[in-house]
């Protein structure tokens, strides 16, 4: 049987720490060799990382091991750098001692693997990940073409998730999660509005909790039907077991949720 988070119509019995969420995604899942564990861990411990919340010590410990593979991991399988980047610089951010940060930086930027990306918002993922470590050049035009593509308010006033995903994921880049101002312009907030307008009509916590979350971001007060609904859907996953993690898994919805509530 394989570890899921299940999203049924009732609270759950007893929360989950911190530290038994961390066995549950590192161990608990799928296999290590899968490339959902990559991303399912990537989003736990970017999570994690900018929760605004007292973490233990032992909420890391699951992946001391893991930690120590990851260099040879990304050598191997370069095509997920980003996931592995990511994982190694949360990991370090929240106390696990090491410098493969670093390293791992110049080595993704020696071999220049952001320029093979075809998708801006990827492109933006690999910069705001080197640059964590690293002085790197940026594209100068980059942003703009961000900024013009969340701007154009009409695209989401129509139903369109992959692109109301990438607008709440680029406004997280533009936010540096939280570390920054991301200066969106009149037109990007009215996106949101949009995005989010037609995320609660569809009754699709996932993507609206993602929305919530870039609205705060950018320092906006979401609505309070939209976050209560967004909390209610967190408090409405409950960990359990099921044959396969598949479309029935609600473990994205229970991590943005919570990260949010």
Request: proline share 3%; charged share 25%; glycine share 6%.
């Given at each position: 049987?394989?570890?899921?988070?299940?999203?049924?119509?009732?609270?759950?019995?007893?929360?989950?720490?911190?530290?038994?969420?961390?066995?549950?995604?590192?161990?608990?899942?799928?296999?290590?060799?899968?490339?959902?564990?990559?991303?399912?861990?990537?989003?736990?411990?970017?999570?994690?990382?900018?929760?605004?919340?007292?973490?233990?010590?032992?909420?890391?410990?699951?992946?001391?091991?893991?930690?120590?593979?990851l260099?040879?991991?990304?050598?191997?399988?370069?095509?997920?750098?980003?996931?592995?980047?990511?994982?190694?610089l949360d990991?370090?951010?929240l106390?696990?001692?090491?410098?493969?940060?670093?390293?791992?930086?110049?080595?993704?930027?020696?071999?220049?693997?952001?320029?093979?990306?075809?998708?801006?918002?990827?492109?933006?993922?690999?910069e705001?990940?080197?640059?964590?470590?690293?002085?790197?050049?940026?594209?100068?035009?980059?942003?703009?073409?961000?900024?013009?593509?969340?701007s154009?308010?009409?695209t989401?006033?129509l139903?369109?998730k992959?692109?109301?995903?990438?607008?709440?994921?680029?406004?997280?880049?533009?936010?540096?999660?939280?570390?920054?101002?991301?200066?969106?312009?009149?037109?990007?907030?009215?996106?949101l509005?949009?995005?989010?307008?037609?995320?609660?009509?569809?009754?699709?916590?996932?993507?609206?909790?993602e929305?919530?979350?870039?609205?705060?971001?950018?320092?906006e007060?979401?609505?309070?039907?939209?976050?209560?609904?967004?909390?209610?859907?967190?408090?409405?996953?409950?960990?359990?077991?099921?044959?396969?993690?598949?479309?029935?898994?609600?473990?994205?919805?229970?991590?943005?949720?919570?990260?949010?509530?």
């Amino acid at each position: 049987m394989t570890n899921v988070i299940d999203l049924k119509s009732r609270r759950q019995d007893q929360a989950i720490d911190f530290a038994s969420l961390s066995t549950l995604f590192a161990h608990g899942r799928r296999a290590k060799d899968d490339v959902f564990w990559l991303k399912e861990n990537a989003e736990w411990l970017g999570i994690l990382a900018n929760v605004d919340a007292d973490k233990p010590r032992d909420a890391i410990a699951p992946y001391e091991e893991i930690y120590q593979d990851l260099a040879a991991k990304i050598t191997f399988f370069p095509q997920y750098y980003r996931f592995f980047l990511s994982l190694c610089l949360d990991l370090e951010d929240l106390g696990l001692r090491g410098d493969q940060g670093a390293i791992l930086c110049h080595w993704v930027d020696r071999h220049q693997f952001a320029r093979a990306e075809l998708s801006d918002l990827q492109r933006a993922e690999a910069e705001r990940l080197l640059a964590r470590r690293i002085c790197v050049r940026r594209d100068p035009s980059l942003q703009d073409r961000l900024e013009n593509f969340i701007s154009r308010s009409m695209t989401f006033a129509l139903p369109n998730k992959k692109a109301a995903y990438e607008l709440a994921h680029i406004v997280f880049y533009l936010a540096d999660y939280g570390q920054q101002d991301p200066r969106l312009s009149d037109a990007a907030h009215i996106s949101l509005d949009n995005a989010g307008l037609l995320a609660f009509l569809d009754q699709d916590a996932d993507l609206l909790g993602e929305i919530c979350a870039a609205k705060r971001l950018a320092g906006e007060i979401p609505d309070k039907v939209w976050e209560s609904f967004v909390c209610q859907a967190h408090n409405d996953c409950r960990m359990g077991h099921i044959g396969m993690a598949g479309s029935a898994d609600g473990y994205h919805t229970y991590l943005v949720s919570g990260w949010l509530a």
